[in-house]
């Protein structure tokens, strides 16, 4: 790697008119690139952050608290696009609450806030050059938010993303736009200095700055916070919270062994397997709100002294160029975080904070519940709960993702969440006027939900009309949540016999014709049909002109009375129309050959084009890829195919009675089955698979793992450690992380978890979590995997065919539950399917699951079968 990736940057940087700061913070992190760096902080450097000082332990008289924000500003970070709800513009653009944007109800809490002080406390955004227009312009109706002497943004700089393996800049023609990104938020200190906007606070007397999100409603300008940060002469202060296992991924504080200072660490910060100790919530018990108070005299001083780098621990982000497009080039972004400013300033501190200085709107299910009457504005535009206890849990479907799609189905304002516990939508209904959610509520396959609904409110002994959270979820229920979080996955040039099995995603042409020229279906003569005419009667002699083999291009034509011998496959020689079989003549290699028989024009000659012509459509999209299909490729000279990607699914087992097979067993242990029924089921199902193994019964290493596997596996499945019991390891390290855990009507297969795994760059991995013994585990897989499985290759029908099949014999079942018995399944005589059960019907019968080739369905409503009545049938093997 040469300086040139670095020459070549700074060129476009000077040529976009970016400042000599700008671009000295660009080469002191470029250099650390170059040199490898990776910006890690290892567990072995750093001490758990310890006690800090608690907020509501603060106690500030009114007199300190105007002294205090008399010489603050407020700096809101607003270069966010929203892209993540499907926004393009600025996200703090958005109405939030009450008819209010982000921007408005920051302008007006910050007018609240110098109302009732009789400060000034000035308000800056940092826009990036896409949010400037559309923020200043929500700011206008505030005549009187711009402060004198100060603009109301400042842009952040910007930097040129690079190639990973030549570090140039990267070249995107097709949207130039995209070559270029944000150097992350903690570019917010260099663009104060080049915009001039500290210089021109500090002129206005004003020492302290606050800094936070826009999206962040909860991150006001506390006059408590400014206060202790003035009385205890603090150079920065960063606001923490306490740390919740669903605050597992955000970055946390520490304690630096070599200096003492407090560091930050972000997800992209944690070393390669040390993701257990970042995600201790116990170890690490509180994390960053991204509130960060600073004193702007002293950033001055740090800036001046370093000629504007201040040395925040790089962030090498990989990215794509276009990051709506997963095929478009990788590109490394480089980056720094404003939080990990900490570390750079002697003396900093922490202050526990709390959760109401984080509200952060980072989703539509967070959308949902800021615009309900959950919450409200008050006087002072704070965001209060109307009402007690935790804020509902939302968990909408992803017909609701985006802002567009989720307006269009609450056209009537949200349901009133003040006596919601939670609420999950599966299907994408269309939401009335006035609608009421209390407790629990699940929606599911619902096309509209009627103005006036009260949902989740039942009358005492009333069957619910639709099941709840920690209830019962019927098999389809269940099927349905998890499909709707499933589409095809993208498509990819593969090479042909990479792609059996798959789904063709564009229709493939014909670049040639077939046959490619006019060719021989029989070793024999090439003769004009008119030479022969009349040898039926007498055999008549042709002079041999030459000879083709399959291959050769014939130098020669055939003019009347001449005939080259000829091979199958090989080209007609010109002026020959017709062939006459080897058999039907005497044979001669050379001079003459005795032909005794007649042929008319086109006899055993196969026409160029016949079978294909160059431009038509050889194989259509959604024709799944076979043996033949592969000859027609192949043979139109395709080495590759564009189909949906095979996915990649990794199956770990958990519980510590676990042990391989081939290993000897311990007391109380048991060989693992599961792993290996799993991977043949996923292979099966057309997808590539691994076995990662067992893991004991350690939420830690199960998280180490999922955090290591989360990167390359489009699906992962785990068993076991999913129902009731003390050690039930999935269930207790996945509640919370986007997993949802279930009962499900079936028997058996009652306990399953799903949901999807963020993984690195916030890739979603599905996961399923199936129970442990090896009938339920099976069943699960058939019944849930499968289906699921062929949605992402976009083979159909997703569900295995039922059929109809007469029991030999009876059987009992459970009332309320789908249950899936064992069976084995033949033909009679009449050529019906007749079905008989397993004798071992518990799900621990391995023996009796190896047996069968079938399941059976016995409906929910039906308690028993006996012989002769007819069930449905799955065929689990191929039928001959
Ligand atoms: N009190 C309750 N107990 C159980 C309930 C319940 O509702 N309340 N549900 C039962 C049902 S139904 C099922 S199914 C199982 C599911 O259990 P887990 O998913 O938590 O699985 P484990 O407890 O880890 O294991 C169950 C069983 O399977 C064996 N096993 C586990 N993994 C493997 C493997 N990879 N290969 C072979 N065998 C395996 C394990 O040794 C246990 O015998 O819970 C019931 N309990
Ligand atoms: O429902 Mo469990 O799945 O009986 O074995």
Known sequence: MSDQGLRASVELMRERGLGPEAIRVFEHYFHQLQAGALGTIPEDSIEPLGDIQALGEVHVSDEEARAALSKTAVIKLNGGLGTGMGMTGAKSALEVKDGLTFLDIIALQVLALRERWGVELPLVLMNSFRTSEESLAILEKYPDLPVEGLPLDFIQNAEPKLCPDSLMPVRWPRDPGLEWCPPGHGDI????????????????????????????????????????????????????????????????????????????????????GEERFFRDIKRHNTFNANNVWVDLEVLRERMTQKEGVLGLPIIVNRKNVDPADPSSPEVIQIESAMGTAIEVFEGSEAILVPRTRFRPVKTTNDLLV??????????????????????????????YRFVSGFEKRFPKG?????????????????????????GDVLIDGYRRVLDDAVLGELPPGAVPPVSAPGEVRTVDEHLRAILSTLEPAPTQRTPLT?????????????????????????????????????????????????????????????????????????????????????????????????????????????????????GSVVVGAG??????????LAACGHAEVEVHRRPHVVVISTGAELVAPGEPLGPGQIHDSNSSMLWAAAVGAGAS??????????????????????????????????????????????????????????????????????GPGGRQVPLFALPGNPVSSFVSFEVFVRPA????????????????????????????????????????????????????QGSHFVADLSRANALFVVPEDVTELVAGEVVDVLLLDPEA
């Open 789 to 840: 499985l062929r949605r992402l290759m976009r083979l159909t029908p997703e569900k295995r065919r039922l059929r109809p099949a007469t029991l030999i014999s009876g059987v009992d079942s459970f009332g309320g539950r789908r249950q899936f018995g064992r069976a084995v399944v033949s033909r009679s005589a009449e050529g019906t399917l007749v079905a008989a059960p397993v004798a071992g």
């Open 623 to 632: 024709s799944v890829v076979g043996a033949r299909t592969l000859a027609l």
């Open 414 to 438: 949200v349901p009133s969440m003040r006596d919601c516990t939670s609420l999950r939508v599966i299907g994408d209904p269309v939401f009335g006027r006035n609608i009421r959610c209390v």
């Open 370 to 399: 800021i615009r309900s009457d959950f919450f409200s504005l008050d006087e002072s535009y704070h965001v209060v709960a109307a009402v007690e206890g935790p804020e509902p849990f939302v968990d909408l479907d992803s017909a």
């Open 689 to 758: 698979a691994e076995v990662r193994g067992v893991v004991g019964d350690s939420e830690e290493e199960l998280i180490a793992v999922l955090d290591e596997v989360a990167a390359a596996a489009d699906v992962v499945i785990t068993s076991g450690g999913v129902s009731m019991g003390a050690y039930d390891v999935v269930k207790g390290a996945l509640s919370g992380e986007g997993i949802d855990f279930v009962k499900v009507a079936m028997q058996p297969g009652k306990p399953q978890g799903y949901g999807l795994l963020t």
């Open 498 to 614: 990479e792609a059996l099995g798959l789904v063709v995603a564009r229709d493939v042409r014909a670049e040639i014709n077939l046959p490619h020229f006019d060719n021989a279906s029989m070793d024999g003569y090439a003769v004009r049909a008119e030479s022969l005419a009349g040898a039926a009667e007498a055999p008549l002699r042709l002079r041999i002109v030459g000879e083709v083999a399959a291959g050769q291009q014939p130098p020669f034509s055939v003019g009347p009375g001449e005939a080259a011998r000829i091979m199958t496959g090989a080209p007609i020689p010109e002026g020959a129309d017709a062939v006459i079989a080897v058999e039907d003549t005497d044979g001669a290699a050379s001079g003459e050959v005795e032909c005794r028989t007649a042929v008319r024009a086109g006899r055993y000659v196969r026409p160029r084009g016949e079978d294909v012509t160059s």
């Open 189 to 272: 200190y260099v663009s104060l200095v080049t915009s001039g906007v500290l210089d021109a606070l500090l002129e206005k007397g004003i020492r302290y700055a606050f800094l936070s999100n826009s999206d962040n409603l909860g991150a006001t300008c506390d006059p408590d916070v400014a206060a202790w940060m003035v009385e205890h002469g603090l150079p920065y202060v960063a606001e923490v919270c306490t740390r919740t296992k669903s605050d597992r991924k955000g970055g946390h504080l520490a304690v630096r062994k070599a200096d003492g200072r407090i560091v930050l660490r972000d997800t992209a910060m944690v070393a390669e």
